[in-house]
């Protein structure tokens, strides 16, 4: 018979077999409807923000093309040919205290100044609405400001109340509801104080050295292309090849939240995938049990005349139609994500997502939905074909012995290859998904040999004299045993589950913990060269028994490696951050305390010749860094070019003064700087914390405090946040997990059916069967879960100790709960699946033996 012919009668058995209803599949397309919808939901998300980030580039960017500058502004010829590119607009960034008229409170404000014309595009919404000149404009010698909601809270303030900003006094005349440019400018620990660009200057706080940030923003005549705004990018480099200033166009509006949204969607990805191969596992029961049920019906085809081909055929076309349902509701849920996610990520990226549907999101989520499900229904079908007609005539399964013909263990191994190439190509790092589907295939393997060494052991155990224990013992080695399925599906659920919540209570234990302790009590940062003495003795009368570190402190961006400009260098991600954005400087006769030399000397403390920097020796070595190679770096409008004389092992984890690169005193001399300071106070209170930022804020009003104890608690937050966000998303792999084991548990219910018939009719009472299969379930989870510590725990310490370079300990609450909820859900879900088979009657199981 043609194939083509084969297949169309293949397709009317099935449809007619499927008559029934979709009767011991709920499983099955749970599993798939779970990873699919993860896994295209997620994508989905990412690219509407990203599509809102794209459409919206020029409200979020502020202008068509943004040029920005650090601790100078535009010069004249700058300035000239930026304002004939089109209608410009200027602004100003900095940190900043702000404090109450009587100087009795204080809080740290991410301070922004604009000009007449801002915004370029988009509107700043403010409550109550006024406009421009009435909000922010001079009256009777007080600035008008607006500031977000959470300023006022810190400072128990309400609209028309006064504060004072540097020397200036402004008053408070309406809440920022809507700021259109605030991504452009960055993640901000402070809240925002919006100021016109007279009343910062009013104010004093903008001196030679102090760490402002200029941005300017052009608006480009109507109808200019995206050619013509890279044009100008390429003219501003060319024709001010020392600006040093970083260019953002309206294409590449917000590159940080990009970034982070691409990461966090891998990483996501990688999760749902997590789950849809843990579900993979319950397709796999799921069929076994179907076809073990359905042998009288294959027998009967072969019976007929039959051929093993066209019953792999038929149960086949069964198998992929259910997939597809399951695919179907999976791709609805991933394309509704992103209308939910618009209103529930409203508050906390500040870009409406894009709703729509995206194919390609969607088309990858069922694509790896199909792939799963033939990679695990190949095997249990290709034993199903071997089902001889004698199955008629005599209770035989196939599910608990035999492998599949080679071929079909072949095509099962070339899907999974295909899908693990597909998971490395679809991503964006190749390095994380090459680490992800390796940590599978070894979880896979070490699964499947901890189920095999637990049923070894359960064979090789001593004859034990309770009949319970003894019948959970055999239970757990006896052929077509649900140990493997449960020990590989609930093990790789709880292992990811393990390993993010060690991660996150390590995270946490070191912000709240050891990094506080380890960290000064503040930073003061834009401290004044002419006012340095005079702060320092401020300090030594406020308090004697501190310990107060300085260092100069300048603003510069890496513009060369070894004279090759940044943009031309291919350099790995975990080295690319150094090279981003604009680095903090510094220059020092001696060697920094806290840091040790790895390679070369430092210079002497009266060095006057070429310019030299010590480079950090871990940021070094990820940029392929050697003693004697040169970096370019561009502070002020110069490029300095400095050779490396020497590396340092930093330890970031101290909190203290770090920087990256430390120069030669002799390498900025006469540059303009300001000076960074920390004041160590050991077992401080808080209210000597208090006064002491108080006395200094009075004193020097210019200086910018940071309590770290409050920026901790900023960046505790966040983490928090992420970590609920990741929890979540690790619980649908765990979901899927105890879907499996419910699947397991159905795979495996015509056996204990028999099981408990035979042993009731022998005179075990329900209780005994209770209890045996208690136990049984009692112990296979006891085996997964230290499994799932051990390597959960190893996972966790290689990503905190190894990527995070942080100090990792194994957390005794993470081990007691990971042990809790695997012998909850083992004993728990078994007894569920088990007390319908207790109640069975016997004999209808006997007139079959």
Known sequence: MPFSQTLKLAVRFSLREMRGGLRGFLIFLTCITLGVAAIGGVNSVARSITAGVANQGQVLLGGDVRFQLNQREANPDELAFLKGLGTLSESSNMRSMVRLEDGSDQSLAEVKAVDGAYPLFGTLVTDPALPREELLGEKAGVFGAAAADLLFERLGLKVGDRVKLGNATFEL???????????????????????????????????????????????????????????????????????????????????????????????????????LIVGGVGVANAVRAYLDGKRGVIATFKSLGASGGF??????????????????????????????????????????????????????????????????????????????????????????????PLRYVAVAAGLAVLLAALSI??????????????????????????????????????????????????????????????????????????????????????IAGSLPEQAPNFFFVDIQASDLDAFSALIEKEAPEGKLVRVPMLRGRVMALNGVEVQKLKVPPAGAWVLRGDRGLTYAKNQPENSTLSAGTWWPQDYQGEPLVSFSAEEGNELGLKLGDTVTVNVLGRNVTAKIANFREVKWESMGINFVMVFSPNTFAGAPHSWLATLSIPDAPISEEARILNSVTKTFPAVTSVRVKDALEVVNHLVGQLGTAIRVAASVALIASVLVLAGALAAGNRARIHDAVVLKTLGATRRTLIAAFSLEYMLIGLATAIFALAAGGAAAWFVVARIMKLPAVFLPEVAVATLLIALTVTVGIGLLGTWRVLGHKAAPVLRNL
């Open 311 to 404: 019953v792999f055929t038929v149960y086949l076309v069964q198998i992929m139609m259910i997939a597809a349902i399951g695919v179907a509701i999976g791709l609805v849920l991933g394309a509704l994500m992103p209308y939910a996610a618009a209103a529930a990520l409203a508050s906390v990226i500040p870009v409406p997502a894009q709703g729509g549907i995206y194919p390609g999101a969607l088309a990858m989520a069922a694509l790896f939905g199909f792939l799963v499900t033939l990679a695990f229904a190949l095997l249990p079908l290709g034993r199903a074909r071997n089902v001889p007609a004698t199955a008629l005539f005599r209770e035989m399964g196939f599910g608990g012995g035999g492998l599949a």
């Open 173 to 275: 005349r309406a809440k920022i509801i809507t700021e259109p440019d605030a991504i452009s400018e960055g993640f901000g620990f402070a809240p925002r104080l919006m100021v016109s660009s007279a009343g910062l200057a009013a104010s004093g706080l903008v001196q030679p050295g102090s760490l402002v940030e200029h941005a300017y923003k052009v608006r480009l005549p109507e109808g200019a292309t995206e050619a013509q705004t890279s044009a100008i990018r390429k003219q501003a480099g060319q024709q001010f090849p020392q600006a040093g200033w970083s260019i953002r166009t309206r294409t590449n509006a917000a590159p940080a939240l990009s970034a982070n949204i691409e990461r966090f969607s891998q990483f996501l990805t990688l999760v749902g995938l997590t789950a």
């Open 425 to 510: 190509w679809f991503s964006s790092d190749r390095r994380i998904a090459l680490i992800f589907v390796g940590a599978t295939i070894f979880a896979f393997v070490v699964l499947r040999a901890v189920g095999f060494g637990v049923q070894w052991l359960a064979r090789k155990s001593p004859r034990v004299r309770s009949t319970a224990l003894r019948l959970a013992i055999g239970n757990i080695h006896r052929p077509g045993a649900l140990t493997p399925s449960v020990v590989l599906s609930l093990g790789l659920g709880l292992t990811l589950l393990v390993t993010l919540a060690l991660i996150d209570g390590n995270l946490r234990r070191q």
